[in-house]
Each structure stands twice: as structure tokens, then as C-alpha cells.
């Protein structure tokens, strides 16, 4: 059984930076795509980034791109997310989860979730 589990959201002012981690327990992560999704109150869940198995692919959402940077380390299990240049707008619960079959930019395409972790950028 795969558990993903982030940590470093918190509380930043405008223009501040973050950045979170997804810890995954399966020996399964060096050959999953992970994804970072975000979803704000009243609102579906959204696609923020992903990046393949390797390292070497990475996509994102076009309202992130040039401020959140996506990594991963396989010898550690971990994959980051750097939010950079924060706005009021990227306040939300984020999320990160595990795709087995493929770069994912839908929910319905990944296997496993996070439980999240709350940022909120104050104006």
C-alpha cells in the first residue's frame, strides 16, 4: 500500500516563497509520474504540476508557470514543490499524488493521494 505525505504548507505573505514536500512509502516511486494538485474552498481540484519518473519531463499549470518548480530525488522518495513569487490566489490545500501509467494532468489518472497540506498567501 502506497502513503503519500506532504508537509510545508503554512501561512506567507504576497510575494513570499514556499516550498513542499510529498514523502512516498512504495518501492513503486521511481516508476510513477508525481503530480502536485491543488484545491481552493468552494472549488474542484486542479492540476498545478507534474513530473515523469525521471526527472527529465515536467509540466504546469499556465496560472504557476515561471513562479512553482517542480523536483524529485528517487534515491529519497521525495518529490518538491517550490512556489516562488506567491499570490492570495494560490491559497488553497494542496495535494500530491502518484501516477503509475503516465503524465497526468487529470484527477482521474492518478492511483494515490496525499492527505495535503494548507498554503494561504495573505494580501
Known amino acids: 500500500q502506497v502513503q503519500l505525505v506532504e508537509s510545508g504548507g503554512g501561512l506567507v505573505q504576497a510575494g513570499g516563497s514556499l516550498r513542499l514536500s510529498c514523502a512516498h512509502s512504495?518501492?513503486?516511486?521511481?516508476?510513477?509520474?508525481m503530480g502536485w494538485f491543488r484545491q481552493a474552498p468552494g472549488k474542484e481540484r486542479e492540476f498545478v504540476a507534474v513530473i515523469s519518473w525521471s526527472g527529465h519531463t515536467t509540466y504546469y499549470a499556465d496560472s504557476v508557470k515561471g513562479r512553482f518548480t517542480i523536483s524529485r530525488d528517487n534515491t529519497k522518495n521525495t518529490v518538491w514543490l517550490q512556489m516562488n513569487s506567491l499570490k492570495p490566489e494560490d491559497t488553497a490545500v494542496y495535494y500530491c499524488?502518484?501516477?503509475?501509467?503516465?503524465?497526468?494532468?487529470?484527477?482521474?489518472?492518478?492511483?494515490?493521494w496525499g492527505q495535503g497540506t494548507q498554503v494561504t498567501v495573505s494580501s
Open positions: 512504495g518501492r513503486a516511486f521511481s516508476r510513477s509520474a
Open positions: 499524488a502518484a501516477d503509475s501509467t503516465g503524465l497526468g494532468y487529470n484527477v482521474k489518472e492518478y492511483d494515490y
